[in-house]
């Protein structure tokens, strides 16, 4: 059964994918491997490697990081949703800030 996912995913999702496939096939080469020596590496058919680096996304993100590890480029995953550099998040932290900040005035027990 084929997955719709490739119908319902924006066209800009669609060519980032396809570009990150062509990437991982460019630093293959650039590392002299086979496509089915990084195929057994990262542990899946010959076929579903062909399809990471056409970007295709019903192939498991768990593929991609594997692949992204072999290829030397563990760190890759972590930095794709890094809080630091969300620059929208941030600005909607600074939204949610109070205008004002009030102390709370304590209870004392006598």
């Known amino acids: ?3 719709g996912t490739n119908d319902i995913l924006p066209s ?5 994918l396809a570009t990150l496939g062509a990437d991982i096939a460019i630093a293959r080469r650039k590392r002299m491997f086979t ?3 990084v195929a057994e590496r990262i542990g899946v058919s010959k076929a579903t490697y062909q399809r990471i680096e056409k970007g295709d996304p019903s192939v498991s993100m768990g593929a991609y990081a594997m692949t ?3 290829l030397g480029f ?3 995953f972590k930095e794709i949703a890094d809080v630091r ?3 929208t998040g941030l600005l909607l932290d600074v939204e ?3 205008k004002r900040v009030r102390v709370k005035k ?3 027990a006598f």
């Open 1 to 3: 059964m084929k997955s």
């Open 12 to 16: 800009r999702v669609r060519r980032t």
């Open 35 to 37: 496509a089915a020596t």
């Open 68 to 70: 992204l590890f072999v």
């Open 74 to 76: 563990s760190d890759a």
């Open 85 to 87: 550099r969300d620059d």
């Open 96 to 98: 949610r800030l109070p």
């Open 106 to 108: 304590e209870l004392t």
